[in-house]
């Protein structure tokens, strides 16, 4: 009695064969889901970068806006308007006009 083993049953390689196959099948979901979450990664880096440019993009451009409003609050802006709009000059000026 020594001498004899027992061999394993049928139901048991079935059991493990399914377990495996199971195991396989989980293996492949997640990869095909790592696959679309890099895709999806991707595309939010590329999101980023251009939000960030847009972000710089808007920064320039409210610089610009704060130069603008500084510039027509200044009495330099002033003076131009007063003389070109309004034809104003300062007491002193000597004014030519054109002989019609």
């Known amino acids: 009695m020594a001498g004899r ?7 048991n390689r079935r059991g493990m064969y399914a377990i495996a196959a199971i195991v396989m099948v989980l293996l492949l979901g ?6 679309s ?3 999806q990664n ?11 440019e847009q972000i ?3 920064e320039v451009r409210a610089d610009e806006i ?3 409003s500084e510039y027509l609050n200044s009495d330099e802006y002033v003076e131009k308007l ?11 000026d000597v ?3 054109a002989a019609e």
């Open 30 to 35: 997640l990869l095909v889901q790592s696959q």
């Open 56 to 58: 710089q993009d808007e």
């Open 37 to 39: 979450l890099r895709a």
């Open 66 to 68: 704060d130069e603008l």
């Open 5 to 11: 083993r027992k061999k394993p049953s049928t139901g």
């Open 82 to 92: 007063a003389r070109e709009k309004l034809g104003l000059v300062y007491e002193d």
């Open 42 to 52: 991707a595309e939010y880096v590329e999101q980023i970068a251009e939000l960030e």
């Open 95 to 97: 004014v030519y006009r």
